[in-house]
């Protein structure tokens, strides 16, 4: 039996809120698919759970003083439309 001082690995089960749309506002420094700043973004793979939990909630703090408006503007067409399905 091979015994190491080998700290723990910390459990990581909250995902990343990242929806793949990655331009920030510049404005706000925050970006506009998942709402982390560059530094929150950099860090969360080495984030444990209460770091991450207390991110998502400003997430959901900073999209709600934006409003619904400001999340994520469509940048590409929808398949309908490209085949000419337009309504």
Excluded at 64 to 76: F, I, K, Y
Aim: aromatic share 4%.
């Amino acid at each position: 039996m091979c015994v190491t001082n080998q700290t723990p690995i910390p459990s990581r089960t909250i995902p990343s809120p990242c929806v793949s749309v990655c331009q920030l506002d510049p404005e706000t420094g925050w970006c506009r698919g998942c709402w982390r700043t560059m530094i929150e973004i950099a860090s969360w793979a080495r984030l444990v759970d209460d770091e991450r939990r207390t991110i998502i909630q400003e997430l959901h703090e900073r999209r709600a003083s934006r409003g619904s408006m400001d999340r994520r503007r469509p940048t590409r067409r929808r398949a309908s439309q490209r085949q000419g399905g337009e309504r």
